[in-house]
């Protein structure tokens, strides 16, 4: 029978929009690190709904769905509090559980901890598990805790991705019709003023009076339009404010912000920005650009061991600038570029710190501001980051 607490749980679960996708790598990791912070052989993050147990990361075993009756983390994960289990076939919890005697396992040692939403739901757990009897000390055992609460914000973001993915593209079909729609009203505005203003010069009071009557309803109609494209941005996501930006002072402001980074690596920045180098945009927007190009290029090239150098730098192509940021790291190879542009995607470079987000928010940058972003083979060897961008309205590359 489901209960209302699983419809509430499936529901959360359902927003994360994970079920029947690729693994995340950003759990996978999660799992493989809870492995082996707890020295065990298999680690799995577990999803739990009215019926089944679905598994969507895992480390030393298959990914796959059980029932829910035959879970041991459904056993204990209402529950809320981390669960140590040094022998499962001395447990009554778990003592006929056929993970523990079999056909599906013969799991003895046993721990988890519940993976609990922001809005307070236990969707499931994080659990590590081996086939012979073991203990988790104190400190393992908040590890244990601390990685299950990251899923839980690996989770989030994807949840937010896709809310910024919905919003944008609402947004996108929002704006196309709005700015089609808005010709209409403001079309009428101007013929009727023009209208009252021809029967003025004509001495027709009463025919002026009408047009300006039929103009204000016009423009009360635009009004409404623009208050909604107004709150549908609040919800989804606003397009950027545009001003000329100074491309070299953005990068200058950029490399300030990075300073320490840049220090930590004894990397070398060249800069090849022309001073009257101006683009359409926001110039908060683009200075975070530009700081995560180059802070990836600094982070993935000093992983190797090797002495980052990198170059910037930005020329005029059409009525367009186009700023590069190569490198001398691994590089991305051609069947990974597109890949790498995704929330929490980190190619093949997982002993590199962080969640994998520079490039994905650059793109949603460089989407917002029309332009274009690619990767490449850099001349130094390592990866070529390629952002073109429009110049500011009326002034010439």
Same mark, same amino acid.
């Given at each position: 029978?489901?209960?209302?607490?699983?419809?509430?749980?499936?529901?959360?679960?359902?927003?994360?929009?994970?079920?029947?996708?690729?693994?995340?790598?950003?759990?996978?990791?999660?799992?493989?690190?809870?492995?082996?912070?707890?020295?065990?052989?298999?680690?799995?993050?577990?999803?739990?709904?009215?019926?089944?147990?679905?598994?969507?990361?895992?480390?030393?075993?298959?990914?796959?769905?059980?029932?829910?009756?035959?879970?041991?983390?459904?056993?204990?994960?209402?529950?809320?509090?981390?669960?140590?289990?040094?022998?499962?076939?001395?447990?009554?919890?778990?003592?006929?559980?056929?993970? &523990?005697?079999?056909?599906?396992?013969?799991?003895?040692?046993?721990?988890?901890?519940?993976?609990?939403?922001?809005?307070?739901?236990?969707?499931?757990?994080?659990?590590?598990?081996?086939?012979?009897?073991?203990?988790?000390?104190?400190?393992?055992?908040?590890?244990?805790?601390?990685?299950?609460?990251?899923?839980?914000?690996?989770?989030?973001?994807?949840?937010?991705?896709?809310?910024?993915?919905?919003?944008?593209?609402?947004?996108?079909?929002?704006?196309?019709?709005?700015?089609?729609?808005?010709?209409?009203?403001?079309?009428?505005?101007?013929?009727?003023?023009?209208?009252?203003?021809?029967?003025?010069?004509?001495?027709?009071?009463?025919?002026?009076?009408?047009?300006?009557?039929?103009?204000?309803?016009?423009?009360?109609?635009?009004?409404?339009?623009?208050?909604?494209?107004?709150?549908?941005?609040?919800?989804?996501?606003?397009?950027?404010?545009?001003?000329?930006?100074?491309?070299?002072?953005?990068?200058?402001?950029?490399?300030?912000?990075?300073?320490?980074?840049?220090?930590?690596?004894?990397?070398?920045?060249? &800069?090849?920005?022309?001073?009257?180098?101006?683009?359409?945009?926001?110039?908060?927007?683009?200075?975070?650009?530009?700081?995560?190009?180059?802070?990836?290029?600094?982070?993935?090239?000093?992983?190797?061991?090797?002495?980052?150098?990198?170059?910037?730098?930005?020329?005029?192509?059409?009525?367009?600038?186009?700023?590069?940021?190569?490198?001398?790291?691994?590089?991305?190879?051609?069947?990974?570029?597109?890949?790498?542009?995704?929330?929490?995607?980190?190619?093949?470079?997982?002993?590199?710190?962080?969640?994998?987000?520079?490039?994905?928010?650059?793109?949603?940058?460089?989407?917002?501001?029309?332009?274009?972003?690619?990767?490449?083979?850099?001349?130094?060897?390592?990866?070529?980051?390629?952002?073109?961008?429009?110049?500011?309205?009326?002034?010439?590359?």
């Amino acid at each position: 029978m489901t209960t209302a607490t699983d419809t509430l749980r499936t529901d959360a679960i359902a927003q994360y929009r994970i079920l029947g996708e690729d693994t995340d790598p950003g759990l996978e990791a999660l799992a493989r690190l809870a492995a082996t912070v707890c020295a065990t052989p298999a680690a799995a993050v577990n999803l739990i709904d009215g019926r089944l147990q679905h598994t969507v990361a895992v480390a030393g075993i298959q990914a796959g769905v059980c029932r829910r009756d035959d879970s041991m983390c459904a056993v204990v994960f209402e529950n809320r509090q981390t669960v140590i289990v040094d022998d499962a076939s001395a447990d009554a919890r778990f003592a006929d559980n056929p993970f &523990v005697v079999g056909p599906l396992g013969h799991v003895r040692f046993y721990a988890s901890s519940p993976l609990i939403t922001p809005g307070g739901v236990v969707i499931g757990t994080l659990c590590v598990f081996g086939n012979d009897v073991a203990e988790l000390s104190e400190t393992q055992a908040e590890g244990l805790e601390l990685l299950a609460r990251q899923a839980v914000d690996v989770l989030e973001l994807r949840r937010h991705a896709h809310e910024l993915v919905r919003s944008n593209d609402q947004l996108t079909q929002f704006a196309a019709r709005i700015s089609h729609d808005l010709r209409n009203p403001l079309t009428a505005v101007a013929g009727q003023i023009e209208l009252a203003a021809d029967a003025l010069a004509a001495g027709d009071a009463a025919s002026a009076t009408r047009s300006l009557s039929h103009a204000e309803a016009a423009a009360e109609r635009m009004d409404g339009m623009i208050t909604s494209l107004l709150a549908f941005a609040r919800v989804g996501g606003a397009h950027p404010q545009r001003a000329a930006v100074p491309l070299a002072g953005v990068v200058d402001d950029a490399l300030d912000d990075l300073a320490s980074v840049i220090e930590a690596a004894d990397a070398v920045v060249t &800069v090849e920005a022309p001073r009257n180098g101006l683009v359409s945009g926001d110039p908060a927007l683009l200075r975070v650009l530009v700081q995560n190009l180059v802070a990836n290029a600094v982070k993935f090239t000093h992983a190797t061991g090797t002495r980052p150098l990198i170059d910037i730098t930005a020329r005029p192509t059409g009525d367009a600038w186009t700023i590069t940021v190569d490198d001398n790291g691994p590089g991305v190879a051609p069947a990974l570029r597109e890949r790498a542009f995704s929330l929490l995607e980190r190619g093949d470079a997982d002993d590199v710190p962080g969640l994998g987000l520079g490039l994905a928010t650059s793109r949603l940058i460089v989407g917002a501001h029309d332009g274009r972003i690619v990767l490449d083979d850099a001349p130094l060897g390592g990866a070529r980051v390629r952002v073109t961008l429009p110049s500011a309205p009326g002034i010439a590359p």
